[in-house]
């Protein structure tokens, strides 16, 4: 793996390690929400997918170092 790819692999660890210590929180507070999270911190939030799209084409968030999670307090029953 080259050392862009690895740094690249670091930061999205990082993010998604933050977003997993932070989850209770953020639940409440971006309930039914998109977020974006860069740098260990939410950067953008919004109810719809193409809000967060608009914004990485507008420059608001690097995806490649950016991690996208949809926020729901409800459970979810899943049946398989």
Same mark, same amino acid.
């Given at each position: 793996m080259s050392t862009a790819k690895a740094e690249l692999f670091r930061h999205s660890q990082e993010n998604l390690a933050w977003f997993k210590n932070n989850y209770k929180t953020l639940k409440r507070k971006y309930d039914q929400k998109w977020i974006v999270?860069?740098? %260990?911190?939410v950067v953008k939030s919004s109810s719809t997918f193409d809000d967060i799209v608009k914004a990485r084409r507008n420059?608001?968030?690097d995806? %490649?170092?950016a991690i996208i999670e949809y926020m729901q307090s409800e459970q979810i029953a899943m049946f398989f």
């Open positions: 999270i860069q740098n %260990k911190k420059g608001e968030y995806p %490649k170092s």
